[in-house]
Each structure stands twice: as structure tokens, then as C-alpha cells.
């Protein structure tokens, strides 16, 4: 796999953070801003799936009306 540098600015704070990861795990800042980008890419992937999963069941009709909704959030609140 061929890589490319990517650059970002970013806050103090998080470049901190990333500064004390590496040297607790003795891991490169580069190793930790790969594994936490691509955790967030594989999370946004995940919720772009979900979201298109979504829309097919209101496009085929799979949805619960508001008013069943609101009555079931309410029972939530009554004692068993």
C-alpha cells in the first residue's frame, strides 16, 4: 500500500494529547493519528450505511407513526 502525507492544523490542546499518547505507548504520532482517523472514517461509513439503510425502510414503508411513538415514550414514564 503507497501512503501520502496529509496535513491538518490543528488545536494545541489535541496536538498535545496526541504528543502524550505517543510517548505512553511508545507508538510515533503518526501511528496514532492513522488509527484514529481511520477509526472515525470506518464510524462515518457505518452511520452513512445506517442512514441509506434508513431511508430504504420510509421508502418501502417501514415506519412508525409519531403518534405511536410519543404514546409508547410516554407509557416509559408509568409503573409496571
Do not use: F
Request: aromatic letters at 4%; a negative charge; proline letters at 4%.
Amino acid at each position: 500500500m503507497s501512503n501520502r502525507v496529509v496535513t491538518a492544523h490543528i488545536p494545541n490542546e489535541l496536538a498535545e494529547q496526541v504528543d502524550q499518547l505517543a510517548a505512553r505507548l511508545d507508538r510515533p504520532k503518526g501511528w496514532i493519528i492513522r488509527q484514529a482517523l481511520t477509526s472515525w472514517v470506518e464510524l462515518e461509513a457505518k452511520r452513512h450505511q445506517l442512514t441509506l439503510d434508513g431511508l430504504a425502510d420510509v421508502d418501502v414503508g417501514r415506519v412508525i407513526d409519531h403518534a405511536s411513538v410519543a404514546a409508547w415514550a410516554k407509557s416509559l414514564d408509568q409503573p409496571v
